[in-house]
């Protein structure tokens, strides 16, 4: 968004905006509402058939891999291990704009998947996907709500970003270890 398009959107009306990136506007606050985490995940039956070892992360160079595309394609997936960054190029047959798409892919056994934990979260818990390395971070992206410095807004404001943390809480990964469908690989 431009400043200009901002401006305008304020004046039509708009009380907040949601946006992963970063906005430097001294006009706006904001509040992050929920920093996001991806994780790499398969179906069972995905990998039951692989023929490559999982035991770690560079090892997914040797698996088909569901890339994300959007604008750009995402197939360098960085792990934060150990206060060190790994970066794995990734390769597979299969491109999505989507990241529904990619974990129903995922999900049905077409690939390895990387994708935010808020997308993959039901179907980690009802185990339709696995959490893979569930202690190597991958990305961990802020989501923030931008709203107006004018007070006349903050208390609706206030109650609709309350309200958004406490549902993104839901989402919010724990140690990995402890989450339903998750598997640890050392």
């Known amino acids: 968004l431009t400043v200009n398009s901002r401006v305008r959107k304020f004046e039509e009306g708009f009380d907040v905006f949601i946006r992963r990136g970063e906005l430097n506007d001294d006009s706006l606050a904001y509040d992050v509402i929920y920093v996001d985490r991806y994780i790499v995940c398969a179906s069972q039956s995905y990998l039951d058939a692989a023929l490559s070892p999982l035991d770690e992360p560079r090892q997914l160079v040797k698996h088909n891999c569901i890339i994300y595309k959007f604008p750009q394609i995402r197939n360098t997936w960085d792990f934060h291990f150990n206060g060190r960054i790994y970066s794995v190029q990734v390769g597979g047959n299969l491109i999505c704009n989507d990241y529904d798409n990619v974990l129903q ?47 006349h807004s903050a208390s609706r404001v206030r109650s609709l970003i309350t309200f958004m943390k406490r549902r993104f809480a839901d989402f919010l990964p724990g140690d990995g270890a402890s989450q339903p469908g998750s598997r640890m690989i050392a």
Do not use: Q, T, W
């Not at 077409?110 to 979260?121: E, K, T, W």
């Not at 202690?135 to 107006?148: C, K």
């Open 105 to 151: 892919a995922a999900a049905r056994g077409l690939g390895i998947a990387c994708i935010p934990s808020y997308v993959a979260h039901d179907a980690v818990k009802d185990g339709r996907v696995i959490e893979l390395f569930p202690h190597s971070i991958i990305a961990e992206r802020p989501m923030r709500a931008y709203y107006s410095k004018d007070p």
